[in-house]
């Protein structure tokens, strides 16, 4: 099993619409959790941090933490073309670790 | 926000060429940094962690003699990729933060893309 996980895509989904994005640890010990945008040939950059159980807002972005369910999510309200990118999710218990990164799609 | 700096940005050399990347933090003093490598269409993966006046820790599978990395002052981590072969052309990526047990993000540089002909 992986140490954090996510869906690989592409997910697709039409301007203006909720893009929803999962990721999922096995560390229960995991303190904080962290999610990057990668545009193609670019390095990641942050675009969220969580650390306790709940949503997090920021803008468009919502961030939500269930560490009971090993749990963490990135909704992104009003999606835009330049959204289209693949989103890294990743957590730290000592090391900084990421998942594999959902390509996200936005259509116009 | 916290700053990375990484150069060059892009390098295109012989096979045999030693090449070495600079990473800079320009706004805070990481006592650890940390270097990536991808692949087109694959995921980060972390080559080693770099501490400022002592050995990186190099992950399995990552030829320490073939990439070395200095650390040597708060702001700066040297990778050098030495005798390059075409194998070797990747997307590496450097990355400042928290030492381990800090809850701050990583932020990294803008990536040094090396092609070796």
């Known amino acids: 099993q992986k140490e954090v996980e996510q869906n690989s895509g592409p997910l697709s989904v039409p301007e203006g619409a909720i893009a929803s994005l999962n990721c999922t640890y096995s560390d229960r010990g995991s303190q904080s959790f962290f999610w990057y945008r990668q545009y193609s040939g670019k390095s990641p950059e942050l675009i969220m941090f969580i650390y306790s159980n709940g949503d997090k807002e920021d803008g468009r972005f919502t961030a939500q933490l269930n560490k009971a369910s090993q749990y963490v999510s990135l909704l992104i309200r009003d999606s835009q073309p330049s959204d289209s990118a693949t989103y890294l999710c990743?957590?730290?218990?000592?090391?900084?670790?990421f998942g594999g990164g959902t390509r996200l799609m936005v259509k116009p | 926000g916290a700053v990375v700096s990484q150069h060059p940005s892009w390098v295109i050399c012989k096979s045999g060429t030693s090449v070495k990347i600079e990473c800079r933090s320009l706004d805070f003093q990481a006592t650890t940094m940390f270097w990536y490598r991808q692949f087109p269409k694959q995921s980060l993966m972390l080559m080693a962690t770099?501490?400022?006046?002592?050995?990186?820790?190099?992950e399995q599978g990552v030829e320490k003699d073939k990439f070395l990395i200095n650390h040597a002052s708060l702001t700066l981590s040297t990778l050098t990729v030495t005798s390059a072969h075409p194998e070797d052309s990747s997307f590496y990526i450097c990355?400042?933060?928290?030492?381990?047990?800090?809850?701050?993000?990583?932020?990294f540089g803008d990536g040094t893309r090396l092609s070796i002909l």
């Open positions: 770099s501490n400022e006046g002592s050995k990186a820790t190099y």
């Open positions: 990743a957590v730290r218990r000592g090391m900084l670790t």
């Open positions: 990355s400042a933060g928290a030492p381990k047990g800090g809850n701050q993000p990583q932020h």
